[in-house]
């Protein structure tokens, strides 16, 4: 264990938090965990994952301006359900993304995990771009990456990952709790001025 991992954990761990409660310092402190994760995982040999917290690098830009601007003047991003046309983008997309990131590893690199590193990969870029633009099932997204995380990590001897990766699979629960709440109370609204 080095301090990249534990210095990540910890960074990690607050981030997904503040995800939960719409805070917007989640993005420049994920950034930080972003770019610490990606040494700790080329390391390792998980270079989908290494590549990915690059990405998520980017992403984490995206979405501190989405999440500052994206409601229009002076309104917050609200929270809200993924459409069915997004679904089946997210679907197709995700199938496609996976199968290319697997035949990649698998020819460009020693990955000993290439389909697993390739879906948790993906996985969480959609996870991702759907916290981005405040999609509730995105917290589904993030659910499923982090259960295929942890025996991923483990297998690796990554044992302070995996452990995040498991407390971050609690978070998720959390944050979409929250941001149900958060949409319920929305929708209340919603319906009280449409009655108006």
């Not at 989908?48 to 998520?56: I, K, M, R, S, Y």
């Not at 679907?91 to 035949?103: D, E, I, L, Q, Y």
């Not at 870029?125 to 633009?133: H, M």
Request: aromatic fraction near 12%; proline fraction near 3%.
């Amino acid at each position: 264990m080095d301090w990249t991992e534990v210095v990540g954990f910890v960074a990690g761990a607050l981030c997904v938090w503040l995800i939960g409660r719409q805070h917007v310092a989640n993005w420049p402190l994920g950034m930080a965990a972003n770019l610490l994760f990606a040494v700790l995982f080329s390391r390792a040999g998980l270079y989908a994952d290494a590549g990915l917290q690059l990405v998520f690098t980017a992403l984490a830009a995206y979405g501190w301006w989405a999440w500052t601007h994206g409601g229009g003047p002076g309104l917050r991003l609200p929270v809200r359900r993924t459409r069915r046309s997004e679904w089946l983008l997210l679907g197709a997309a995700g199938a496609v993304g996976t199968a290319a990131v697997t035949v990649l590893l698998q020819r460009a690199t020693d990955s000993t995990v290439p389909f697993w590193d390739a879906s948790t990969a993906v996985l969480s870029l959609l996870a991702t771009y759907g916290q981005c633009r405040k999609l509730v099932e995105s917290w589904w997204l993030w659910l499923a990456a982090d259960v295929v995380h942890v025996p991923v990590y483990v297998s690796k001897g990554l044992w302070l990952t995996a452990l995040l990766y498991a407390v971050l699979a609690v978070l998720c629960v959390v944050g979409l709790r929250e941001w149900r709440r958060d949409l319920r109370g929305r929708e209340r609204m919603l319906r009280t001025e449409a009655r108006r």
